[in-house]
């Protein structure tokens, strides 16, 4: 069984940064990409990022592309997001999530994914 474990969530200044890790264990990992979502109190969930796993191929949300990087280390199973310049308005639930597929196009819609971690708080203050 798949599991997704997210990490690395915090409290921070605007203007800092957060690295946030998710990795995933279990057998057959097989074909698949992961991404970043983000949900605020009384927003919906919002795609943040997305990376292939087999192949460079990255897909960013405009709100947060040029300050939020995503990255895998393939050994590990674990994908990343590296977030810079950080604003009260990033403050949200952090959710990885993956989905298992042979289709190049990373979907930015929730109900695409087949699994998601469990969630890590982002808190940043003025």
């Known amino acids: 069984q798949v599991q997704l474990v997210e990490s690395g969530g915090g409290l921070v200044q605007a203007g800092g940064s957060l690295t946030l890790s998710c990795a995933a264990s279990?057998?057959?990992?097989?074909?698949?990409?992961m991404s970043w979502f983000r949900q605020a109190p009384g927003k919906e969930r919002e795609f943040l990022a997305g990376i292939r796993w087999s192949v460079v191929n990255t897909n960013y949300a405009d709100s947060v592309k040029g300050r939020f990087t995503i990255s895998r280390d393939n050994a590990k199973n674990t994908v990343y997001l590296q977030m810079n310049s950080l604003k009260p308005e990033d403050t949200a639930v952090y959710y990885c999530?993956?989905?298992?597929?042979?289709?190049?196009?990373?979907?930015?819609?929730?109900?695409?994914?087949?699994?998601w971690g469990q969630g890590t708080q982002v808190t940043v203050s003025s």
């Open positions: 279990g057998s057959s990992l097989g074909t698949y990409y």
């Open positions: 999530a993956a989905k298992w597929t042979t289709s190049p196009a990373i979907s930015r819609l929730v109900n695409a994914y087949d699994l």
